[in-house]
């Protein structure tokens, strides 16, 4: 997340190859899942915006040639001129230049719900999946035997 890319001690590229190692993984382990991945949020910090929109063109390389299965969320609308919006951010907080406020973290869970609830499975919404997977829990029929 952008707290790895700040940090000085790890490159943008080696925090992309930890994340698509990971997501490779999960894609051998679970062959018929779909992963949604969430991409570096904009900041209000230039420098570190540069560093995570090097981070997304990278992971986004690799949804696009290397794995369809994994699919991004859509940051857009956290964007003003390139920057985290006032709007998505702490407004008690001005110093603060990374953390969402109430609207961000509203913005985001919505983003995430209807992706996860949403986004249909094989054609299933993640609903039908769930309640096809589920064992069958009625009690069977009592059997008397004479």
């Known amino acids: 997340g952008i707290k790895d890319i700040k940090s000085s001690g790890e490159s943008v590229d080696a925090c992309v190859k930890k994340l698509i190692g990971k997501l490779d993984r999960i894609c051998d382990l679970c062959p018929s899942s779909r992963i949604t991945v969430s991409p570096v949020l904009p900041t209000k910090m230039g420098w570190l915006n540069e560093r995570g929109r090097h981070f997304n063109k990278l992971l986004f390389e690799y949804l696009h040639f ?74 069977s029929t009592p059997r008397y035997y004479v």
């Not at 001005?94 to 983003?111: A, K, M, N, Q, V």
């Not at 499975?121 to 993640?126: A, P, S």
């Open 66 to 139: 290397a794995n369809p299965r994994v699919s991004p969320l859509n940051f857009s609308v956290f964007c003003e001129n390139g920057m985290l919006s006032d709007a998505m951010g702490r407004y008690n907080q001005p110093d603060d230049y990374i953390h969402l406020g109430s609207t961000g973290i509203f913005t985001l869970s919505r983003l995430i719900i209807d992706r996860v609830f949403k986004s249909p499975v094989d054609g299933r919404t993640f609903s039908q999946v769930v309640k096809n997977s589920l064992p069958n829990t009625r009690p």
